[in-house]
């Protein structure tokens, strides 16, 4: 199997109103850092100062390695000839 990563590239003031319009989106509840941890996430970076209105200003950037499924992987399928 291969893995493939998706990035969206940097924030600029020419995307910004997209990135926070997405996040919105896909992103309608926030959770806490555990919530993320439990799930596989790991911070691969910080943001220092990020924020300017709330508090803690620091954002972290997130990261989850996926993995497409592979044919004969599950055991639990069998193949049935009618």
């Not at 319009?21 to 941890?37: A, G, H, W």
């Not at 972290?60 to 390695?65: E, F, R, S, T, Y």
């Amino acid at each position: 199997c291969s893995s493939s990563r998706i990035e969206l590239g940097d924030v600029t003031p020419h995307n910004i109103k997209q990135l926070k319009r997405l996040n919105q989106v896909i992103f309608p509840v926030s959770y806490n850092d555990k919530f993320y941890k439990d799930f596989g996430f790991e911070i691969i970076e910080t943001k220092k100062n990020y924020y300017k209105r709330i508090e803690p200003a620091d954002a972290h950037v997130l990261q989850k390695n996926l993995k497409a499924p592979c044919l004969g992987q599950n055991a639990d399928v069998q193949k049935t000839d009618n």
